[in-house]
């Protein structure tokens, strides 16, 4: 059974950073790409970043220049960490993860979520 447990979320001002943390747990052969998705109220779910297992990474136009996606391997841990934040910045981040099992069959799979509140 592979989880995938988010955290770091949380109520910042405008202008202010907050870091987020995902592990990935389970019986796992290897973590492939891993990335971050929001969904703000009212919204569809969108991309925000994603990092594929070499550390190549990918940004939506939105946040580029203010969030920074990384991963330790031997963790199996992806972070987001997010400067200049915006009150537009505000939604449930999901953590994402394709995990190849020990049976070499490979999933994708979604955490919970996090709330990041983005005001003054």
């Known amino acids: 059974q592979v989880q995938l447990v988010e955290s770091g979320g949380g109520l910042v001002q405008p202008g202010g950073s907050l870091r987020l943390s995902c592990v990935v747990s389970?019986?796992?052969?290897?973590?492939?790409?891993m990335g971050w998705y929001r969904q703000a109220p009212g919204k569809k779910r969108e991309l925000v970043a994603a990092?594929?297992?070499?550390?190549?990474?990918n940004y939506a136009d939105f946040v580029k220049g203010r969030f920074t996606i990384s991963r330790d391997n031997a963790k199996n841990t992806v972070y987001l960490q997010m400067n200049s934040l915006k009150p537009e910045d505000t939604a449930v981040y999901y953590c994402?993860?394709?995990?190849?099992?020990?049976?070499?069959?490979?999933?994708?799979?979604w955490g919970q979520g996090t709330q990041v509140t983005v005001s003054s």
């Open positions: 994402n993860a394709g995990v190849t099992n020990l049976y070499y069959i490979r999933e994708t799979y």
């Open positions: 389970g019986n796992i052969l290897s973590v492939n790409t």
């Open positions: 990092i594929t297992s070499s550390s190549n990474a």
